[in-house]
Structures are given as structure tokens and as C-alpha cells.
């Protein structure tokens, strides 16, 4: 009897620890390849555990970490500042969908809800930004874009409409302007929500390629992903004049192939590290996400 | 005044959305364009459907839309069904650390980026890849997973699943939370089995957030995950028969081929059928129940 009862329950944590497995190992693949040595590697391929530990391809890949240092100033410039301005320009215009006396409430929700039913394509905001707002290769093409997403909107806007209107209603009553109101009650009072958009629009910057992609060919505001996704297929660009490579290392036996996992690491370490901090607000994010608005 | 107030805050908002989103609304007429740099855009000559010709009479025009909803059809069937099955499987995990751990380790994959995604899949199925190396030692086969095009479409689609379960999972298992525990207890006493009440309490229950997650996906389907199809394989041509999608083909004619005008054709395709998917979809799942409708 107890041991009918307890099969299934054994399938089921096989399947997930199966599952979590799957989850964890291409992360510590590309660390372990990051520590590898290049020559092993060449050997022995690519291993879960390196035969010996080498940390030639960071030595190489922060030597001169110019461009490196570079890339993560960009990335880490486009997320904080465009998550604070994102934060506050979305809360403003959820705030004022959440008033049901405002007057324009319903025309406003759907010209922000008929953005996601339809839009222009790829083509008129591509002539749009770079021939007539002259954004490309600017640092805020890489904001700008992002700054009102009509989804985090409508997710920000649920969380405000369980403020008690009681408690708006009363400072109103006390002649609190609108803008005194939003700045002093909502705002502190919508944190868990203000929270949980910041942390999707943090991910959503620092994981972006797709604006740089679009628009950047300006070595000095490539972004982290974007550097990433150039060395894919060569790691050359990355190498400085022959001369300055670090003792060991020679223009040809270049640590290529660990050298490029390095940078993997590099570029998504930041958002691992701040992850398991955030995932209450992440979790409570989809769940409010998921109840229709 | 409140009126003007609430107005001024919404402003900024309501500016970025009219730069960003209605004004290339207005500049679907570039699809019907012969564009030229030296007239520019408002300048250049009509083409009336040339474009749309071109696209839909090239042996692309089938291959893409055919991979775009294929992929899309695959990723919501088993995706969906994967997700339900974890999330009411979760529900039967009772020890709290152990939910925590498999919910935080299941999110994992959510949060690297497409081009991180790519490496991983790399460095499993790459020349020097831990399967490659081990197809290689063990049975004795080297086995090219780049130039291998019956490979990928299982590959991308259990790539797509690994990234999105945990997410989608995760809502799910919050709508089975949701579920009164009564439903369960009065079950228990009439002496339903565990799989009883999952058949008849959980699945029924759950069936509207399913179908609005369902839904919300359908809306989508001429719309594909750009950084699945355009990094993880690499950009290899000879994948591109089951690579390329709509969304990877508007943006190489664009900025490979520099053909602005069938660009723009393909991308106004592609937001139009969009657009008469989703109202369908909507109106189709009010139908069938009136609380399925998202709008």
C-alpha cells in the first residue's frame, strides 16, 4: 500500500530534477568550457567538467578589456536609466488608467491595448528612427523604443486599480493636486508592481540585441548581447594588435573557443546574480499578467 | 482640471506610443512603393502590388509562412500541454523547499538571452560539443548538427519549450492555487482518486486561463521568437529551409538584401494577418464561452 502510494510521487521528482538538470547544465557547460584549456579542448572536446582548470580565456578576455568594459558600460548605462525613465513614464499613464473617473479612460486604454493588436512592421520604424529621427547609432535608440511597452502598461495598471479609491478620494478632499497625489501616495503604495515592471524591463534592456542589431555600428555603443553575438562566428575583432597579448598566448593559439564562453559568462552573470532576488516579484508579475485586464 | 492632470501624466506615454507605433502605422504605404534612395520614401514611384507579386510568386513566400505557423502550432500544442502537466504535477509536490527549488531552477532558462541560448546549444551540439563528442567516442559517428536540417525543427522546438516552460508552467500553477480547496476535500471524501480529481476538478477548472494563454499565442502565430530562429542556428544558409521564418526573412531583406519595398510588403503581410488572427481568435473563443474573450 505505502509503496503504490509513493511510485508516482518518485516519478514525478524524477521528472523534475530531469527537468531542473536540463536547466542547469548549459549554464555549466559554458562555464566549464570557459575554464578549460584550449588545447583540451581541442582534444578532449567540450567537457561538464574541464580536465584541468585554466584561466586563459579570462586572462585573455579581460587583458585589455577596453572594448569589453566598453560593451558593459553601454549595457549597464541602457538598463538602469532605461528602467528608472521606463518605470516612471508608465507609471504615470497606468496611474491614469486606473482612475475610473478619469474622463479619457477608455479611448486612452485602447490606443495603448490597439498597439499590441496591430502594428507597422519592421521596415517603416526602421526608415522612421534612422532616416528621420536620426537615433541610429545614438545611445538612446537603445532606450527609447523600449520606454512605453503597452503590455507592462496594462500589468501596471491592474496593480493600481486595487488602490481603494477611498484613499485617493480623500486627499482629493484635502486639495491634493493629481501630481501630488501620484508622487506621494500611489507611487509608494503601487512598489510591489513598480517593482515587478522594473525588474522585466531591466531584463528586457539587458538582454536586448534586437535594437543594436538593428541599429548600432558604432563600435563604442555595441552592447553587451550584441558584442556577444558578433564573436559567435569570430573572435578576431576581440584581439588587439598581436603584440598585446598576455604572456602565453600567442596570435596563433588564440583561446578561442573558451575565450568565447568567458564572454557568455560575462554577459549573463549580472542578470543570474540580482535573479534570485527578484523572483517573488517576478512570479506575482506573471500571475497579475495572467488575469485579463 | 483633475481631467488636464491626469492627462499631463499620461502624456509622456502617450507620446512614445505615437512615435513609436502609430506613426510606422502610417507608413504601411512604403509596401506599395518602388523605393529608390534618391527620391526617398515619400518621392519614389508606386508600385502597386509589385511587391506582394514578387514575394508570394518566389518559391520563399510558401517556405516561410509554412515554417511560421508550423513552428507556432508545435510550440502552442506541446508547450501548452507540458506546462499543464508541470504545473499540476507541482501541485502534488508537498514539501515546500522542493516546490521553491524546482520553480526557481525551471526559471532559469527564462532569463538568458537568445544569444546566450545559442552558445549553450553550442557547446552541446557544436564541432567540439559535449553530444557531438560523445556521438563521435562512443558510437562511433561524427554527426554535423549545422548542415543537418532534419535535426532542427526537433531541436528549435525543444529548445523553445526548455526556454518558455517554467515561465508559462508558473501560471498555470498559480491558477490551480486558485482553485477552492473544497472542490478537493468534498472529492477526497467521496473517495476520488488523485487522478479523478485532476481529470474532473483541476482541468476544468483551469480550462479559461488555458484558453486565454491559448489564445494570447494564437493571436501570435505569424510572429516568431526572432533570436530562436536567427541565433541558435547559427544563421547557417543551408538550415535556412527550416529556419527561415517570417519574421528572420523580413529582416534579412531588409538589411542583407537591402529590398526595402518587398520588406515592407512581407511585414505589412505578416501585421495584417496578425490582426484578423487575433480578432478571430477572440471572437471564436467568445463563442464558445463568453469569459474566454480578452477584449
Known amino acids: ?8 510521487k518518485m516519478l514525478i521528482h524524477m521528472l523534475f530534477i530531469l527537468f531542473s538538470l536540463a536547466c542547469i547544465l548549459p549554464l555549466i557547460s559554458i562555464i566549464s568550457i570557459s575554464f578549460s584549456n584550449e588545447s583540451d579542448i581541442l582534444d578532449h572536446g567540450y567537457r561538464l567538467f574541464p580536465v584541468k582548470f585554466d584561466f586563459t580565456a579570462y586572462v585573455y578576455v579581460l587583458y585589455r578589456p577596453l572594448q569589453i568594459l566598453n560593451a558593459f558600460k553601454v549595457s549597464l548605462f541602457v538598463s538602469v536609466f532605461g528602467t528608472i525613465v521606463s518605470v516612471l513614464v508608465m507609471a504615470g499613464i497606468s496611474y491614469s488608467l486606473s482612475r475610473s473617473d478619469y474622463k479619457f479612460k477608455n479611448q486612452l486604454s485602447f490606443y495603448v491595448f490597439f498597439t499590441m493588436l496591430f ?17 541610429k547609432n545614438t545611445v538612446w535608440v537603445l532606450i527609447l523604443p523600449y520606454l512605453a511597452m503597452p503590455w507592462f502598461i496594462l500589468l501596471l495598471r491592474s496593480f493600481m486599480q486595487k488602490i481603494p479609491h477611498s484613499i485617493i478620494e480623500s486627499c482629493m478632499m484635502d486639495g491634493a493636486s493629481e501630481f501630488r497625489i501620484f508622487a506621494q501616495i500611489i507611487l509608494p503604495l503601487a512598489k510591489p508592481g513598480l517593482a515587478t515592471v522594473a525588474l522585466f524591463s531591466l531584463l528586457q534592456y539587458w538582454n536586448d540585441w534586437w535594437l543594436s ?16 553575438y558578433r564573436m559567435m562566428n569570430n573572435i578576431e575583432f576581440l584581439t588587439h594588435s598581436s603584440n598585446a597579448l598576455p604572456s602565453g598566448v600567442t596570435a596563433a593559439r588564440l583561446p578561442s573557443e573558451s575565450a568565447r564562453m568567458a564572454m557568455a559568462i560575462l554577459a549573463a552573470g549580472p542578470m543570474l546574480a540580482v535573479f534570485p532576488f527578484f523572483q517573488k516579484h517576478f512570479v506575482r ?8 485586464g | 482640471m483633475k481631467h488636464l492632470q491626469l492627462s499631463i501624466l499620461a502624456l509622456p506615454a502617450f507620446l512614445l506610443i505615437f512615435i513609436f507605433s502609430y506613426i510606422p502605422m502610417s507608413g504601411i504605404f512604403i509596401a506599395f512603393k518602388n523605393i529608390n534612395f534618391v527620391d526617398g520614401i515619400f518621392h519614389s514611384p508606386w508600385a502597386g502590388f509589385d511587391n506582394f507579386k514578387f514575394f508570394f510568386t518566389s518559391d520563399d513566400a510558401w517556405l516561410v509562412v509554412r515554417n511560421t505557423l508550423l513552428y507556432n502550432v508545435v510550440f502552442i500544442v506541446v508547450g501548452t500541454i507540458i506546462a499543464v502537466l508541470f504545473a499540476v504535477l507541482l501541485n502534488e509536490v508537498l514539501s515546500v523547499r522542493l516546490l521553491k527549488f524546482y520553480q526557481t531552477v525551471f526559471f532559469f532558462p527564462y532569463f538568458f538571452s537568445w544569444v546566450i541560448v545559442a552558445f549553450m546549444a553550442y557547446s552541446f551540439i557544436g564541432p567540439y560539443g559535449i553530444v557531438t563528442t560523445f556521438l563521435e567516442k562512443q558510437i562511433h559517428t561524427s554527426f554535423d548538427f549545422y548542415t543537418t536540417t532534419w535535426v532542427w525543427p526537433i531541436l528549435l522546438t525543444l529548445i523553445n519549450i526548455w526556454k518558455g516552460v517554467g515561465y508559462v508552467s508558473i501560471i498555470f500553477y498559480a491558477g490551480i492555487m486558485g482553485i477552492s480547496q473544497e472542490y478537493f476535500e468534498a472529492a477526497a471524501i467521496d473517495g476520488a482518486t488523485k487522478f479523478q480529481m485532476i481529470r474532473k476538478i483541476t482541468i476544468p477548472l483551469l480550462m479559461p486561463l488555458i484558453s486565454i494563454m491559448t489564445l494570447l499565442s494564437v493571436g501570435k502565430i505569424f510572429y516568431s521568437d526572432f533570436g530562436l530562429f536567427y541565433f541558435v542556428p547559427r544563421e547557417v544558409g543551408q538550415l535556412y529551409p527550416v529556419t527561415q521564418v517570417i519574421d528572420t526573412y523580413v529582416y534579412r531583406a531588409l538589411k542583407v538584401s537591402g529590398d526595402i519595398g518587398m520588406s515592407a510588403a512581407v511585414g505589412l503581410f505578416q501585421s495584417v494577418m496578425g490582426f484578423i488572427v487575433v480578432l478571430a481568435s477572440n471572437y471564436i473563443a467568445g463563442k464558445v464561452d463568453e469569459e474566454n474573450k480578452i477584449f
Open chain 1, 1 to 8: 500500500m505505502k509503496f503504490r502510494k509513493s511510485l508516482p
Open chain 1, 213 to 228: 542589431l538593428l541599429y548600432i555600428d558604432n563600435e563604442k555603443l555595441v552592447p553587451l548581447q550584441y558584442m556577444l
Open chain 1, 285 to 292: 508579475g506573471l500571475t497579475v499578467g495572467a488575469v485579463k
Open chain 1, 119 to 135: 502594428n507597422g512592421g519592421l521596415v517603416p520604424s526602421y526608415i522612421l528612427i534612422s532616416n528621420y529621427l536620426h537615433l
